[in-house]
């Protein structure tokens, strides 16, 4: 079956940093691009960034373009987010997505909190 772990999370103050972690298995991760997905309080989750299969393609929300960074290692079948600058508005579960099969399987999340 398909698992995604995503680890890394924490309170941070603003300006700080953190890296995410999403462990996959149970497909074929070198061919499936890769997703980070964020879901602040009261809020409807949201694209973050994304990331070919090959790594060599990356695109990103808005509101994290040049904070933010996506990254993988294939030999390991983990996806990464580097998050530097934090801010307030940072503060979110954060979730790694892949579309195997036609379906999108999602990880059990990890909680950034941004302090002021």
């Known amino acids: 079956q398909v698992q995604l772990v995503e680890s890394g999370g924490g309170l941070v103050q603003s300006g700080g940093s953190l890296r995410l972690s999403c462990a996959t298995s149970?497909?074929?991760?070198?061919?499936?691009?890769m997703s980070w997905y964020r879901q602040a309080p009261g809020k409807e989750r949201v694209w973050v960034a994304g990331i070919a299969s090959e790594g060599t393609y990356t695109n990103y929300a808005d509101s994290v373009k040049g904070r933010f960074t996506i990254s993988r290692d294939n030999a390991r079948n983990t996806v990464y987010l580097q998050m530097n600058s934090l801010k307030p508005e940072d503060t979110a579960v954060y979730y790694c997505?892949?579309?195997?099969?036609?379906?999108?399987?999602w990880g059990q999340g990890t909680q950034v909190t941004v302090s002021s």
């Open positions: 149970g497909f074929v991760f070198a061919t499936k691009a």
């Open positions: 997505k892949v579309n195997w099969r036609n379906t999108n399987y």
